[in-house]
């Protein structure tokens, strides 16, 4: 156990700077020698340097993966894809963080318990990708959902973001419930919760679901599924996020599209594919990832809102992503992790223009139609992010694509590969409607945009011309 402190000693930290960041915010934000600050500013800049120090601290420990084998029957293991998805995590949640603070000046939007509550998710995060036990694994999930709870109702005065907060309480309390009982079902029929030890146990076992053997452990994996599934939004258990996406604030949104999925994405690889992957789990990723694809592209055809638009989207690339765990290949992990890769880096763009809008109330989608007028080479960055989101080549969203639809031809799944094609093309239609109005139609009613500092047009500009030229070499991630 000495061993094991080393290993999540990030982890450790950023819990602790976390509880002390509120502290000092309250110090200096009743400072008349300050003018009295914000306090979810002061409280916002310790969350951003607390994950940049953590981001330091696990790029610091990479001498342990030398000693990896030394804490193998841990609940954690840290390896090369441990060390990489925790580096990417908290990137992505600085760079949400970034997002934030222009926002609190102008809405006035001082709930200090944002802040507190995304490093307290991230660090239950950081576990989540290194946990390597059914007990560890849940236990990072439950303070996960739990921040997620507060942070989707954290504007108060919003009655909009109150119902997203109790939607997301009332049917986010399922999720847990189902793969806890999924993980109490695997300890009842096998004895052990250690994914070394679940893969020695089910290697070359028959599954049944009406088995008198293997009843219990097929159960416990489909809800275990159930319940990831419903984390990372895949059809059917989609319901409750265009609804939170649009009644939560935008940053909130920005933060439920990006960080849950990195980490639930990376758990769902240690646990099934190493531990219990077979052919009844494959059909149903399978199911849910065309059934995925189809409604997104559809269901975003008939949106009017932004951030609904937007949600769909985020559906429709949780089912292109889980083709790779549907091809259950080295080349379909490989896609799936360039997937998400890119998928991060077009959804901090995607929000972070429109959070930039945010000062004219943009809501609806006909409300960007005087945005090429005023303001030329933001229409013009906003229409390459959705086209990249699209797939249009060259840009990154295609070679995302293209590696997750060449991986499923290589394991002979023509269906899924044919049916990506296909409702990429119609996402075309529905993710080009933004560019397509800001570019093209003229506005239909009375929208006021501002201008932005060049600060936050160069670093829009700046992030758009690293994510976009992400996708072109497959071997950055390899």
């Known amino acids: ?94 760079g949400t963080i970034l997002m934030c603070f222009d926002y609190f000046e102008q809405d006035r939007f001082n709930a200090s318990e944002f802040i507190v509550s995304i490093p307290l998710s991230t660090s239950s995060m950081l576990f989540m990708i290194s946990a ?87 159960a416990g994996i489909l809800f275990i599924a159930v319940g990831f599934l419903f984390k990372i939004t895949a059809v059917p258990f989609h319901m409750w996020a265009p609804d939170i996406y649009e009644g939560s604030p935008t940053l909130v949104a920005a933060f439920f599209s990006i960080a849950p999925k990195i980490s639930i994405f990376a758990n769902m690889l240690r646990v099934f594919i190493h531990s219990f992957y077979g ?70 763009g995607a929000f972070a223009i429109v959070l930039a809008l945010r000062r004219t109330r943009v809501k609806y989608m006909a409300d960007l139609g005087a945005l090429a007028g005023t303001n030329p080479i933001l229409a013009i960055t906003f229409s390459i992010i959705m086209f990249s989101y699209a797939g249009i080549p060259p840009l990154a969203g295609f070679c995302s694509k293209f590696y997750l639809f060449f991986a499923a031809l290589s394991c002979g799944a023509y269906l899924l590969a044919l049916m990506g094609v296909v409702t990429s093309v119609i996402g075309r239609w529905a993710a080009g409607r933004l560019p397509g109005v800001a570019v093209l139609h003229p506005c239909t009613g009375h929208v006021a945009y501002q201008k932005l500092r060049h600060s936050e047009l160069g670093g829009i500009n700046r992030h758009i011309c690293y994510s976009e030229s992400g996708g072109i070499n497959r071997h950055i991630l390899q």
């Open 279 to 348: 052919t009844t789990l494959q059909q149903i990723f399978f199911f849910c990832s065309i059934a995925s694809m189809i409604l997104g592209a559809l269901a975003a055809m008939a949106q009017t809102k932004v951030k609904r638009l937007l949600a769909y989207s985020s559906i429709g690339h949780v089912g292109y992503i889980c083709i790779g765990f549907s091809c259950g290949t080295i080349g379909g992990i490989q896609s799936l992790l360039i997937g998400i890769f890119i998928y991060v880096l077009m959804t901090i």
């Open 1 to 94: 156990m000495f061993n094991l402190f080393p290993a999540v000693f990030p982890e450790i930290f950023l819990i602790n700077a976390t509880f002390i960041s509120p502290i000092h915010g309250v110090v200096f934000s009743t400072s008349k020698k300050y003018d009295y600050p914000p306090l979810a500013s002061n409280v916002g800049w310790l969350g951003l340097l607390s994950v940049l120090i953590t981001i330091l601290l696990l790029a610091a420990g990479a001498p342990l993966l030398t000693i990896a084998h030394f804490f193998r029957n841990n609940f954690f293991r840290k390896d090369d894809f441990t060390y990489y998805r925790q580096i990417f995590l908290p990137l992505s949640t600085a």
């Open 132 to 218: 390597y036990d059914l007990i560890a694994m849940y236990s990072a999930i439950e303070p996960q959902s739990l921040c997620s709870y507060v942070i989707a109702a954290s504007k108060r005065n919003s009655e909009f973001s109150t119902e997203a907060g109790l939607k997301y309480l009332i049917l986010g309390a399922f999720s847990p419930g189902i793969l806890l009982f999924g993980c109490s079902m695997i300890y009842g029929s096998t004895g052990v919760t250690h994914f070394d030890q679940l893969a020695e146990i089910l290697t070359g076992y028959e599954m049944t679901l009406f088995g008198a053997r293997s009843g219990g452990i097929f």
